[in-house]
């Protein structure tokens, strides 16, 4: 058996729940050998972001370049980029390794609020990073600002869903935690059909990363050889088992549990 790689290019999150290191739990648990570029380093907890400290354009390519020309990699997830120059440079060493299975998550701003995106780096995410896009994950605020209208009803959702797919995006998610529905929905479009992924709303505040988590068990299941149908549907059935056996640990805003889909014996 060759072990699939899977590769994150995002921040630090030094509370262990969000960033990076949801991400690197996320691929272990899928069974995905898991690597990573850090494109900053935040001082962060559950109740929020303390600190930001962007890594140099050099130092970010540097790592990139560390794992293309040695490991390669059968996927790779985008979180955390922060400036429109690591957009570009993150896109172009993209571009360069030919690496196909993108996953774009359009981090832009964490729960508490802080911004995790200038507002002058959207341009770049469009122009440069969606077109290289096998699927990108925005929430429903994110998705607003990227397609530029307002999202209100799942028929909104799926107008914003095509005109992410005119950009370049080859699929979509459109996640629906911030919308005020019961259920929560997550709109799946593959640039021909809609699939409503429906699960309950679980009645928490333990949502620190859910986002990070749900796009990596994307990442981590199209290196081991899913359809991207199937993947984010693993990507749901892992978040949902995460945020419903939560851990209870700080103060504010708690992680998800990463090990929860396996202690219930994976796929259902
Ligand atoms: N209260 C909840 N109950 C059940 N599932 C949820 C809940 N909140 C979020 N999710 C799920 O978690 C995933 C992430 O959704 P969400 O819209 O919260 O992303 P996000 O805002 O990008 O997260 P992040 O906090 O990491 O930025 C989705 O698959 C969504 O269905
Ligand atoms: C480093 C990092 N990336 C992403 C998020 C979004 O959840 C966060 N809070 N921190």
Same mark, same amino acid.
């Given at each position: 058996m060759s072990i699939k790689k899977a590769?994150? =290019?995002?921040?630090?999150d030094s509370g262990g729940g969000a960033g990076i290191q949801a991400d690197l739990k996320t691929f272990q648990e899928l069974g995905a050998y898991g690597m990573s570029a850090i494109t900053?380093?935040?001082a962060q907890n559950t109740l929020g972001v303390h600190g930001v400290y962007p890594v140099s354009i050099e130092g970010i390519v540097k790592q990139i370049d560390a794992i293309g020309e040695d490991l390669g990699t059968d996927a790779l997830k985008t979180g955390m980029l922060f400036s429109s120059e690591v957009i570009e440079a993150v896109s172009e060493r993209i571009h360069h390794y030919g690496w196909q299975n993108v996953?774009?998550?359009p981090v832009m701003i964490a729960k508490g609020g802080a911004k995790l995106l200038q507002d002058e780096a959207v341009r770049a995410m469009k122009e440069k990073l969606i077109p290289l896009t096998a699927v990108i994950?925005?929430?429903i605020p994110e998705a607003e600002v990227l397609t530029d209208m307002k999202i209100h009803s799942i028929d909104d959702r799926r107008e914003a869903s095509k005109i992410l797919v005119d950009m370049g995006a080859k699929s979509v998610? =459109? !996640?629906g935690g911030h919308a005020?529905? !019961?259920?929560? =929905?997550?709109?799946?479009?593959?640039g021909g059909s809609f699939e409503e992924l429906v699960s309950p709303r679980i009645d928490?505040?333990?949502?620190?990363?859910?986002?990070c988590t749900f796009?990596?068990?994307i990442t981590a299941q199209l290196a081991n050889g899913l359809s991207m149908k199937d993947a984010v549907i693993t990507a749901k059935e892992f978040i949902r088992a995460a945020i419903e056996d939560e851990l209870g640990i700080g103060g504010g805003h708690g992680p998800t549990n990463h090990w929860a889909y396996n202690k219930r014996g994976g796929p259902s």
């Amino acid at each position: 058996m060759s072990i699939k790689k899977a590769l994150t =290019i995002a921040g630090s999150d030094s509370g262990g729940g969000a960033g990076i290191q949801a991400d690197l739990k996320t691929f272990q648990e899928l069974g995905a050998y898991g690597m990573s570029a850090i494109t900053a380093v935040t001082a962060q907890n559950t109740l929020g972001v303390h600190g930001v400290y962007p890594v140099s354009i050099e130092g970010i390519v540097k790592q990139i370049d560390a794992i293309g020309e040695d490991l390669g990699t059968d996927a790779l997830k985008t979180g955390m980029l922060f400036s429109s120059e690591v957009i570009e440079a993150v896109s172009e060493r993209i571009h360069h390794y030919g690496w196909q299975n993108v996953v774009v998550d359009p981090v832009m701003i964490a729960k508490g609020g802080a911004k995790l995106l200038q507002d002058e780096a959207v341009r770049a995410m469009k122009e440069k990073l969606i077109p290289l896009t096998a699927v990108i994950t925005p929430n429903i605020p994110e998705a607003e600002v990227l397609t530029d209208m307002k999202i209100h009803s799942i028929d909104d959702r799926r107008e914003a869903s095509k005109i992410l797919v005119d950009m370049g995006a080859k699929s979509v998610v =459109i !996640k629906g935690g911030h919308a005020d529905d !019961k259920e929560v =929905i997550d709109l799946f479009y593959d640039g021909g059909s809609f699939e409503e992924l429906v699960s309950p709303r679980i009645d928490t505040s333990h949502t620190h990363g859910t986002g990070c988590t749900f796009s990596a068990a994307i990442t981590a299941q199209l290196a081991n050889g899913l359809s991207m149908k199937d993947a984010v549907i693993t990507a749901k059935e892992f978040i949902r088992a995460a945020i419903e056996d939560e851990l209870g640990i700080g103060g504010g805003h708690g992680p998800t549990n990463h090990w929860a889909y396996n202690k219930r014996g994976g796929p259902s």
